[in-house]
């Protein structure tokens, strides 16, 4: 077999052959990953003749086309699509175009008229490809339909750039960043929920938003796996997240005495058994006092699941089939099961539309309580809810299961190796198949950013250069073997930017770690804000200044697989990493060095810019982080021009542990810990108060 032949087809498949981490090292693709990612994709290569034939079929694609699936369009300009036919094709060609709002424009053209640019084989016959010249089209999603053929596309018209707040660049906005299931209200249930949001919302005094965790799915009867970026649905909500007592059923199921939870951490299985066990009374009073009435609650309810169509449905068949197996790995369950389509499927649904019912009623309460909140930041802020969307999701999941067609199953995203992780990362998450995804016309990632956009003003994209590349992993291999694969980013940056100006919200990438080169160019040319973290934000052995932050960044001090501000200057993180085995005792030495050096600079930074407290100086290293040098990192970041500056509640409150610790799963309390006072006490202390007054006032002067 030929490495040569292998690399081609492979290069031709997107995958590349080598790369250069943050290091600067370079590192081969090996034979053997190829192959895998190949056959991840559905192209055989384990011999000669198999690459050849995967080669014939790659290059073949386009010229079994008439017209691409899709075809993305700039707001106010013509284009000219692809059209292949045989070479002697003439005459006239009729074509019509029904736009979004039902509106039908139609024309023909000669097809004599139309040039033939390249000619290539489809089916063994000769194919010409020709431009067919279309008009300018309204923003949307519109279909081009060729008069006496099947063939049919999806004619996106996007504008050039993301939404940006109206007020900018006049002014710059700041907001707040919780994990909400870690907020705390006198009277919850263990877990911060959508009430305890409303109550976040309205004690954030001037704040312009207010930043949130993702809220995806997870899976029901794994509880306790909790982190929001190995979801079950990207698409749906996490009912833990309900406030139960502010659904009108619960007031009519007449709820016993329920346990009271008041540990440090979420006690996701305990919580989950009893939150659930409620509502699953809840909607038996909703089915028999509502929908056998088919009165007013019951008509939301029937047009809510009317307005989540397929996706909704298949979400909730998939989880009363996770009822009937007993398990959400949906790998393991019988064919019939593993195929949302089948006869099968579709057998089971009409035999359990109850607890189909159930997942929709859950969906149903989950979309009023967070569109709620979503109203009242809407009202009391510039901004709003500032959400994020998980890079992908767990590979037993609800979408992947939904959606297999256009998943790379036998893959999985990660990270290569670096500093960090000598290893290189495995997330356990499954990637696109890029082609399959154009071949579905994007239908999955246009309800995925038009959901994600529903009701937030400000969008985090876990790791955005996903949509450039992304690092990929063979299922069961070892995180180091993986390579880079290549995304559409243009066809992304199209969808992303045209629900973010549908959905006035504003997109913010989270562009850490290796950034292919012009990436963040081309996310600014799109006003798509780049993620800057004070930490990592250093020009040689400096931090940078606040007016060397770029205009389009969100800017924040941390994040949560990092250490809170207090963390940072103690070497907490450090301290647990040792204590786990995460670094060696000769790396957490060097590394606690290294630390001493970053306050000193930081200190450095800090007094240039005449934030420093005067009773400190460059020498300042006590064991403790006073609120006078917390306010002023606060106080230097929040001067940057950077449009939006985000602070982290944690950080407000003096927390010392961090949320999540990458490279851990139970080892430490990833997900679970929650802040040690209630908001009420938080959201009233005075040091806190004039804490992001303080914000407010820096934020509030000139660009």
Not at 175 to 202: C, H, K, M, N, S
Not at 254 to 269: E, I
Not at 286 to 305: K, P
Request: glycine share 8%; aromatic share 8%; hydrophobic share 45%.
């Amino acid at each position: 077999m030929s490495d040569h032949a292998l690399a081609r087809l492979a290069e031709a498949a997107g995958i590349e052959a080598r790369y250069w981490d943050i290091e600067g090292r370079q590192h081969e693709t090996t034979p053997e990953t190829m192959r895998a990612l190949l056959r991840a994709f559905g192209l055989r290569a384990e011999s000669g003749a198999e690459i050849g034939e995967s080669l014939a079929l790659l290059r073949g694609e386009p010229w079994r086309e008439m017209v691409p699936p899709v075809h993305m369009m700039r707001e106010g300009e013509g284009t000219a699509i692809a059209y292949r036919a045989p070479p002697g094709e003439a005459g006239k060609l009729e074509w019509a175009i029904v736009c979004e709002n039902g509106e039908q424009r139609t024309g023909v053209c000669d097809l004599a008229t139309l040039p033939v640019e390249e000619t290539g084989e489809a089916a063994g016959m000769a194919t010409a490809l020709r431009k067919l010249p279309l008009p300018a089209l309204p923003l949307g999603y519109h279909h081009l339909r060729l008069a006496g053929a099947e063939a049919e596309t999806l004619l996106i018209v996007a504008p050039p750039s993301c939404h940006l707040p109206a007020g900018w660049p006049r002014r710059r906005y700041w907001g707040l960043a919780a994990q909400l299931y870690a907020l705390r209200r006198r009277g919850d249930w263990g877990i911060g929920d959508f009430t305890a949001l409303r109550a976040l919302i309205a004690g954030a005094g001037a704040a312009d938003a207010v930043g949130l965790n993702p809220l995806h799915a997870l899976f029901r009867d794994v509880p306790e796996a909790a982190s929001p970026y190995s979801p079950s649905s990207r698409l749906f909500c996490n009912p833990l997240y309900l406030d139960i007592e502010a659904v009108t059923e619960y007031a009519e199921a007449q709820v016993g005495a329920r346990r009271r939870h008041v540990g440090a951490f979420v006690d996701y299985r305990s919580i989950a058994a009893e939150k659930y066990a409620v509502l699953e009374t809840m909607f038996r009073v909703f089915q028999s006092r509502h929908l056998a009435a088919t009165d007013a609650r019951a008509a939301d309810f029937l047009a809510f699941v009317a307005q989540g169509g397929e996706p909704l449905r298949k979400f909730a068949l998939f989880e009363a089939l996770c009822e009937a197996f007993g398990s959400h790995d949906w790998r393991h369950w019988p064919l019939w099961a593993q195929n949302a389509d089948s006869p099968g499927a579709r057998a089971f649904a009409e035999d359990h539309t109850s607890r189909i019912a159930y997942s929709q009623y859950l969906q149903w309460q989950c979309d009023m309580q967070l569109g709620a909140a979503s109203a009242l930041a809407r009202e009391r802020m510039a901004i709003g809810l500032y959400g994020d969307l998980a890079v992908s999701v767990d590979t037993t999941s609800a979408d992947h299961w939904a959606e297999r067609k256009i998943f790379a199953g036998e893959a999985r995203i990660g990270a290569p190796p670096d500093p960090f992780n000598e290893q290189g990362q495995e997330w356990g998450v499954v990637p696109f198949d890029p082609r399959a995804l154009r071949r579905s016309g994007y239908g999955y990632l246009i309800a995925l950013f038009r959901s994600a956009m529903r009701h937030v003003g400000a969008l985090r994209i876990d790791h955005v250069m996903g949509w450039q590349r992304l690092f990929l992993v063979p299922a069961g291999a070892p995180a180091a073997s993986g390579a880079y694969v290549r995304y559409p980013l243009e066809d992304f940056l199209a969808i992303a930017a045209l629900e973010s100006r549908r959905n006035q919200c504003l997109l913010i990438g989270e562009d850490l770690g290796t950034v292919p080169a012009g990436f963040r160019e081309r996310m600014a040319a799109a006003k798509l804000l780049s993620c800057r973290v004070f930490y990592f934000e250093r020009d040689g052995a400096r931090f940078r200044r606040p007016q060397e932050f770029p205009l389009l960044s969100a800017v924040s001090a941390t994040t949560h697989d990092l250490a809170t501000l207090r963390g940072y200057w103690l070497g907490e993180d450090i301290a647990v990493k040792a204590r786990l085995g995460v670094l060696a005792m000769d790396e957490a030495a060097r590394a606690r060095t290294a630390r001493a050096e970053d306050k000193r600079l930081m200190l450095e930074a800090l007094r240039d810019e005449g934030v420093l407290p005067a009773d400190l100086d460059l020498a300042y290293a006590t064991a403790e982080l006073s609120p006078a040098l917390a306010a002023a990192i606060h106080a230097y970041l929040a001067r940057t021009p950077s449009l939006l500056f985000v602070a982290q509640l944690d950080d407000l409150a003096g927390s010392l542990e961090q949320t999540n610790l990458p490279g851990t799963t139970t080892e430490y309390p990833n997900w679970r810990r929650r802040l040690a006072r209630t908001l009420e006490d938080l959201l009233g202390d005075p040091a806190i108060r004039e804490a992001m007054a303080a914000i407010a006032r820096e934020r509030a002067g000139p660009v």
